[in-house]
Nanobody, 117 residues
Framework: QVQLVESGGGLVQAGGSLRLSCAASGSILRINEMGWFRQAPGKQRELVATITTAGTTNYGDSVKGRFTISRDNAANTVNLLMNSLKPEDAAVYFC???????????WGKGIQVTVSS
């Protein structure tokens, strides 16, 4: 099993920045891909960004150019730097992990990000 714990959420003004972190523990050697999804009230869950152990990244269209995902394999953490935040970025952000690319077996509990206009 893999446990994922998110941190760093909160309230920020539109145009501001916020950094999310996710710490993984447990059977972490099996993990290839880590990343973030988000879900806003009344909306479907959507991919934000993912990164593989090799450093290959993938971003959702709505965050490209504003968000940056990074990973510290030694520390078993993945970070998401969110710049130029918009009210529509407000959501619960979930850290995810996958043994096989694209198959997100493990999910954190989620952390709230609120963006005021």
């Amino acid at each position: 099993q893999v446990q994922l714990v998110e941190s760093g959420g909160g309230l920020v003004q539109a145009g501001g920045s916020l950094r999310l972190s996710c710490a993984a523990s447990g059977s972490i050697l099996r993990i290839n891909e880590m990343g973030w999804f988000r879900q806003a009230p009344g909306k479907q869950r959507e991919l934000v960004a993912t990164i593989t152990t090799a450093g290959t990244t993938n971003y959702g269209d709505s965050v490209k150019g504003r968000f940056t995902i990074s990973r510290d394999n030694a520390a078993n953490t993945v970070n998401l730097l969110m710049n130029s935040l918009k009210p529509e970025d407000a959501a619960v952000y979930f850290c995810v992990a996958a043994v096989l690319t694209g198959m997100y077996n493990y999910w954190g509990k989620g952390i709230q990000v609120t963006v005021s206009s």
